[in-house]
């Protein structure tokens, strides 16, 4: 990664802390329903990171492989994003 | 599209029978889980539809603009999946 | 169906209308990425549908069964619920 | 939590490795596609603690709220699975 490197380490470990606060409130036995709403926040934050990752990938991989005109390495970064977007729809 | 044209066209075609299908249901006072059923049946159908645009857009137009050598197309292209992504994300 | 069922119909029908708008975008050979354009406003379409209804599904069906204190018809309506939430999860 | 409660402790601390492992990969300048693959494994990982945790609510706070005849948490129970079920529908 590149650009986004710094804000991709920070909230990757903000989501350990919060995935490490599940665990506490399955513990503390909180009820099912708050536990539920914490892992709707962590799906959240991990969207935000994908993100910043897609984005990164974008301006530098994607960009390279143009500026390369290698088509080898552009026909694979196609491969890629179909195969990113086929497994995102589900 | 080439390829996949008529398959599209047949599966479009059922779909929209699908659709008139849940109105009638609709009209009919059927119970509403039923009905909530059908829409899924229906959104699957269309997740279908989009999976075989999907593949004739990577084999066509993509394949065109990689064999093209044409660096702004093949950017158009890697945009174009690119917000395909971000939105299929949700 | 009880309050939105005019909205529902309504919606249903200019649905349908998008959908044979779609099949005419692929017999006049449209950019594969402008169909996927439209899909996508399919899906959202269909989902404004689906909120029609369960919000009526809510305030008709499931309040009767509160109401009606049967046990086993709220238990059955728990169970739609939950089955319909394993399968919007995805 | 009852019966799952050893089950989803388990993975969500398996799931807090994974998270760190990513944060490895973008420290080690990993590829970003790998980074992208596995946010999706983390991904698909939180959906299946969800799973523990929703049949858990569904057997024991469900089932309780159903044999307490106590309308007001009946109610309170369908309204938040409702909500579950829009947070869901994206």
């Given at each position: 990664?590149?650009?986004?490197?710094?804000a991709t380490?920070?909230r990757?470990?903000r989501l350990?802390?919060?995935?490490?606060?599940?665990?506490?409130?399955?513990?503390?036995?909180?009820?099912?329903?708050?536990?539920?709403?914490?892992?709707?926040?962590?799906?959240a934050a991990l969207k935000g990171v994908e993100k910043l990752?897609?984005?990164?990938?974008?301006?530098?991989?994607?960009?390279?492989?143009?500026?390369?005109?290698?088509?080898?390495?552009?026909?694979?970064?196609?491969?890629?994003?179909?195969?990113?977007?086929?497994?995102?729809?589900?």
């Amino acid at each position: 990664m590149h650009n986004n490197r710094e804000a991709t380490l920070k909230r990757l470990n903000r989501l350990e802390g919060q995935v490490r606060g599940i665990a506490r409130m399955v513990e503390e036995d909180r009820y099912c329903v708050d536990v539920l709403t914490q892992i709707a926040a962590v799906r959240a934050a991990l969207k935000g990171v994908e993100k910043l990752v897609i984005d990164d990938h974008a301006s530098h991989c994607i960009e390279d492989a143009l500026a390369s005109g290698d088509r080898e390495d552009q026909r694979a970064k196609f491969t890629e994003l179909l195969e990113l977007l086929d497994k995102a729809r589900g």
